[in-house]
């Protein structure tokens, strides 16, 4: 069984950084695809970012392209999401799960528990 421990999530000041980490346990990450989502108070939970386990290439939310990057270390079997330049709409919880890929599409099978993610402006 995989397991799943997010973790780096904080408070920050609008346009700073933070990176968060998702360190798994029970398997390899290098057999899975592996990705981040997100859930604002009141809202539905949202995709966020992924990388496939295959080529390694990667897929953002509209909302964070060019200011997150999603990375895996399969050696540290952790996958890591840095985030720049954040912004109060991204104050979140985190989430980081791992699944497979179909081309552009994704299935998700283990979900780690979440880090928060407060932005203040």
């Known amino acids: 069984q995989l397991q799943l421990v997010a973790s780096g999530g904080g408070l920050v000041q609008a346009g700073g950084s933070l990176r968060l980490s998702c360190a798994a346990s029970g398997r390899r990450i290098s057999t899975y695809a592996m990705g981040w989502f997100r859930q604002a108070p009141g809202k539905e939970q949202e995709f966020v970012a992924a990388i496939r386990r295959s080529t390694g290439t990667t897929d953002y939310a509209d909302s964070v392209k060019g200011r997150f990057i999603i990375s895996r270390e399969n050696a540290k079997n952790t996958v890591y999401l840095q985030m720049n330049s954040l912004k109060p709409e991204d104050t979140a919880v985190y989430y980081c799960?791992?699944?497979?890929?179909?081309?552009?599409?994704?299935?998700?099978?283990?979900w780690g528990q979440g880090t928060q993610v407060t932005v203040s402006s």
């Open positions: 799960a791992a699944g497979s890929e179909y081309g552009s599409s994704w299935s998700w099978s283990y």
